[in-house]
């Protein structure tokens, strides 16, 4: 004897790159950015700029504001950006370098840098 059995088709069901949510207890992987120094210098300019009383270091790493850098990361949109590779990181960091500049010196300024 054959059972009818009747599905409610979602669009979740015809999801081509489906990616499981991750589990509880996993980590996000570092970021390449994080590690990577002209990125570094830009994040820790928009940081700078959007929380001034946060005391962000000019010269140093500033390893204690990871937490904060990751979410510039977020903010700004490159959590999907692939890290370069070696023939497209000098190009990848004359970009960066000229965010840097424009976060640093306002947005009037960044026209002058393109």
Same mark, same amino acid.
């Given at each position: 004897?054959?059972? @009818? ?7 979740? =069901?015809? @999801? ?18 994080? =590690?990577? $120094? ?6 820790? /300019? ?6 001034? *009383? ?5 010269? @140093?790493?500033?390893?204690?504001? =990871?937490?904060?850098? *990751? /979410?510039?990361? =977020?903010?700004? $949109?490159? @959590? ?5 590779? *070696? &023939?497209?990181?000098? +190009?990848?960091?004359? %970009? ?5 500049? &424009? /976060?640093?010196? $306002?947005? $009037?300024? &960044? /026209? %002058?840098? +393109?």
């Amino acid at each position: 004897m054959t059972y @009818r059995v009747e599905y409610t088709i979602t669009a979740e =069901d015809f @999801r081509q790159n489906y990616t499981p949510p991750p589990e509880a207890g996993a980590t996000v992987a570092r970021h390449w950015m994080l =590690d990577f $120094g002209p990125g570094r210098d830009m994040l820790k /300019a928009v940081l700078r700029r959007n929380k001034p *009383d946060l005391k962000v270091p000019y010269l @140093r790493r500033g390893e204690h504001l =990871d937490g904060e850098l *990751d /979410a510039v990361i =977020d903010q700004l $949109g490159f @959590r999907n950006m692939t890290e370069p590779v *070696d &023939s497209e990181r000098l +190009a990848v960091a004359h %970009q960066f370098m000229k965010l840097m500049f &424009s /976060a640093m010196f $306002g947005a $009037g300024r &960044s /026209a %002058q840098l +393109a």
